[in-house]
């Protein structure tokens, strides 16, 4: 990979600093379910990095891609797994980055990402939670830096498919947001794939259990079917925090009622327990599902209007 110093050299080493990262180390594997999210997002950002040939014209690679849907149902991991399963530098930034008053004028900074992304190309750059910085333009209370940035924004874009893009060596822009109804229409245009990441299916759950729990023992009676059942309404974050908490259960019944000094003295083995059924009923009944009956609905009737699969 070829360094580039570019322009602002203070601010290359910034953003080299908190968001490239040339190995995000996550695969298809590790994230359950959500086969149609993962082959739109292969055939919209993989294919054309590893098949440049056939990508032109009418085929050419889509500008961008925004993922929305509930928090928590894996669009920074699907990014991540992009970046990795293509093989691609991978800049990931947030919007709260490319706003901060305290790194300089934001359009500035977004100029070098692309300048950056284009150096190190082929790359990936992801904005999470693009809507913090890509609202509605006009709307009542914008700042003219706002406006200046999404516009610059706008023209990165445009430029990463310009004429002198050799084929294969192009920037691609992921988004993520959960409020996919705040994003700039302008933006939304050339976010040309919007696809709907939800809650997990019954099979998704089960297998997220399993990846949650694959370096941790767990007991024969654990029932996955019926407990993926009673997680319906939860998002994939939800489940994660049911597994944990549930993962702790065991520790909790081997140190209840002793001291800390006692608890300093015990081995790691005195507590490593297996999970059990009724560690996991217990979380259950602890941990309630984050997205409401009325977020989901909302992000369905977007996906309705403008998704694309």
């Known amino acids: 990979m070829q360094e580039y110093s570019g322009?602002?050299?203070d601010l290359v080493a910034l953003l080299k600093r908190d968001i490239l990262d040339t190995s995000p180390g996550v695969t298809w594997g590790e994230i359950a379910g959500l086969h149609e999210a993962k082959r739109v997002l292969e055939e919209a950002t993989v294919l054309p990095l590893i098949m440049p040939d056939f990508f032109r014209g009418i085929r050419r690679p889509v500008r961008g891609v925004l993922m929305f849907g509930p928090?928590?149902?894996?669009?920074?991991?699907?990014?991540?797994?992009v970046a990795t399963e293509a093989h691609t530098s991978f800049f990931h930034v947030s919007s709260a980055t490319l706003a901060?008053?305290?790194r300089g004028e934001s359009e500035r900074m977004?100029?070098?990402?692309?300048?950056?992304?284009?150096?190190?190309a082929p790359s990936i750059i992801f904005i999470d939670e693009i809507d913090a910085l890509c609202t509605t333009r006009g709307a009542t209370g914008e700042h003219e830096a706002s406006r200046r940035v999404k516009s610059e924004l706008l023209m990165q874009i445009d430029g990463c498919f310009g004429h002198d893009v050799e084929p294969g060596q192009h920037v691609m822009v992921l988004a993520a947001t959960n409020f996919p109804w705040d994003i700039?229409?302008?933006l939304r245009r050339r976010l040309e794939k919007r696809i709907y990441i939800p809650l997990p299916e019954l099979e998704a759950r089960k297998e997220l259990m399993r990846i949650n729990?694959?370096?941790v023992e767990v007991a024969a009676d654990v029932e996955w079917e019926e407990l993926a059942r009673q997680m319906e309404s939860y998002s994939g974050d939800d489940i994660t925090n049911v597994c944990r908490d549930a993962a702790f259960n065991g520790m909790r019944r081997r140190t209840a009622g002793k001291t800390l000094?006692?608890?300093?003295?015990?081995r790691a083995a005195a507590v490593q327990t297996p999970v059990l059924m009724d560690d996991l009923v217990q979380a259950l009944a602890r941990i309630s599902p984050s997205v409401s009956k009325a977020d989901i609905a909302?992000?369905?009737?977007w996906k309705s209007e403008f998704g694309s699969v």
Do not use: W
């Open 298 to 301: 909302k992000h369905e009737a």
């Open 7 to 9: 322009p602002d050299e």
């Open 100 to 102: 901060s008053k305290y």
């Open 110 to 120: 977004v100029r070098c990402l692309f300048d950056m992304a284009r150096a190190y």
């Open 71 to 81: 928090p928590g149902t894996g669009k920074t991991l699907l990014a991540k797994a």
């Open 184 to 186: 700039d229409e302008a």
């Open 213 to 215: 729990f694959k370096e």
């Open 261 to 266: 000094e006692q608890i300093r003295n015990m």
